[in-house]
């Protein structure tokens, strides 16, 4: 048992930590239930931010390997209209998504996406592209590649830190800013492209309560950026993305994220990512609904290389407690458990934010 945990720990952290391969096995044919990856990218580019960028032939292999491996590339609507309806997906339906709208999207991407017949959301900052017109994509550009199988969805007007409040700030005046930055953003885009979707990116993935609320009374959905399926476990002001730059860009262990089901979570804590600074070692617990096909038994948690083994507390309740310090600023726990089933793993993280002793925290 040790020696089999063991070497399952192996495979995951590779899988989590991006270094080794899973292969798919499921047959496009079958149907599986309703959960779909989305891929998050930013830049399409060799001379950006390497963090937040894919090389132009990688990112060519990205899409050649779906292309290659039978995966449905299907629109950000399409899998939102299947998970409202508990719809099932075709096996290795996957979501493409670039946040900010850079015009390497359009120079570097939009053909290849066109001439592959994929389409994605491009989430954009509408104060952003009048400020720097030469980094970002015009309403011209949007429209064109709209017209080519894009759906253009809300990143902010500023993509500020929305969750910092600034100083003396009321909340009253932060909602007002709040109410700023998605809906005139919002208005921008439907005022150039057409009413379009009620989707929201969180400029860096932050989130609180009081943003999630605002965006749930506003009628949007809000996407994230730790990793996991989209499913009707999913917070409709979380969803989960797997980020696919940088480090992220590897192929080999993406196709363990393109292949992932959604882990069964009907409860857990702290949901609330931002943590005080002194919560160095946060414990995590999640609660996971009976599904006979989740091998529990196998379930480990990672955060970056770290393992963290599960603490049972009841047949379905968990908890893991992160062993060194968190950073300062954004971090996750991923928890994945093999599939009886198929080969496929079911996926679960939960984003954590550190803050400095001022409350701030790095890009
Ligand atoms: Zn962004």
Redesign the pocket.
Known sequence: MKIKSLALATVLISACGDSASQEATNDASEMHEPSVAILQY?HVSASTPSVTSIAPEQFKAHLDYLKDNDFRVVSIEKAHERIESGESFPAKAVVITF??GYKNVYHNAADLLEQYNMPYAVFVNPDLMEKSPSAYMGWQQLEDIQQRGATIVN?GQT?DHLIRRHEQETEQEWQERMHYDVMSAQRAIDKNLGEQPKYFAY??GEYDPALQNLLAQWGFLGFAQHSGPWSPYSDKTAITRFPASGIYANLETLKTKLNSLALPVVNYSPSVPLLAHSEKTPTLQVELEYNEEVRTDALQCFRGSEVLSPEWVSEQTFTVTVRNDLPIGRSRINCTAPSKATDSYYWFSAAFIRPDENGSWPD
């Open positions: 930013h946040d900010d990143h993509h400029p860096y």
